[in-house]
């Protein structure tokens, strides 16, 4: 098989679930994908070599539903990644299972297709400027449940005060759960772990399997608010400067969100 260098990468969010060598399983989130491979995040490191069996859930627009595409990999490189703490594995199919090669190109030509073409645009409308008011950090976050147990999940959109998660599970709305979502500053060896409470506003169920999963972010532990200001402002500098969402204060937390959960020192996150 070709190397896999020699084909342009994608980023995207699939659902994919993977069979280790010890036979169990896991639910985790592909990061990039080619014609000819992916990467994906675990918590846990592998050794270059490996053989691991994916199923990767996709979107096929062609025929309006999702699609499973089933390949055997091996593990080429793995790195720590220092801004999600977790591991990052870059995967070269070996195999592909039936139909998966065809729906790997599908899904490649889908996400390099252009948003819109020269010729899809209407240049007798007045031009509208979008002010972004949201921050587009992309950063591994972990929910410490309400009803116990742990959610690992992924921000698509943040702000002091809101987040949209990508989840693998439905969360109840109004729900009160832990979060911790790691900080990295410029210039600071360390990675900050920021602990706050999230409420459940709202979810959308997506087509590859995704929960988009919207909170309220309040009573932040000690300097986590703090934190998370100053590194929306060092990554993405332009928007702060046009937004005004960084100076908004997080609501109080009531009696009942307080008793809602342990102590965040408590939750055994990390």
């Known amino acids: 098989m070709e190397d896999r260098r020699q084909h342009p990468r994608f980023r995207c969010k699939l659902r994919t679930g993977v069979l280790f060598p010890d036979g169990h399983t896991e639910l985790l989130w592909a990061e990039d994908i080619s014609c000819s491979g992916l990467s994906i995040h675990a918590d846990k490191p592998q050794r270059v070599g490996v053989r691991l069996r994916v199923l990767v859930f996709m979107f096929n627009h062609r025929r309006g539903k999702e699609v499973q595409a089933e390949v055997t990999t091996r593990v080429v490189s793995c790195v720590l990644d220092t801004s999600t703490t977790d591991f990052r594995l870059a995967l070269q199919v070996e195999e592909f299972v039936g139909e998966a090669e065809s729906l790997f190109q599908a899904q ?6 252009p948003l819109m073409t020269e010729t899809q645009v209407r240049y007798d409308e007045r031009p509208s400027v979008a002010h972004a008011m949201s921050f587009p950090l992309h950063r591994r976050v972990k929910l410490a449940l309400a009803g116990g147990g742990n959610l690992v999940g992924w921000t698509e959109d943040v702000t002091p005060t809101k987040m949209r998660v990508a989840l693998s ?45 919207h909170f309220s972010v309040f009573d932040y532990q000690a300097e986590g608010l703090t934190l998370l200001r100053k590194e929306l402002r060092e990554r993405f500098p332009e928007i702060a400067e046009e937004t005004m969402v960084l100076t908004d204060t997080p609501e109080p937390s009531t009696e009942e969100d307080t008793e809602a959960l342990p102590s965040l020192d408590d939750l055994g996150l990390y």
């Open 169 to 213: 599970e439905k969360l109840e709305k109004n729900s009160v759960h832990g979060l911790d979502i790691p900080v990295v500053l410029a210039g600071e060896p360390e990675i900050f772990s920021v602990h706050a409470k999230a409420r459940v506003n709202g979810v959308v169920f997506r087509p590859m399997g995704a929960f988009a999963t």
């Open 108 to 113: 490649v030509d889908q996400l390099s297709a």
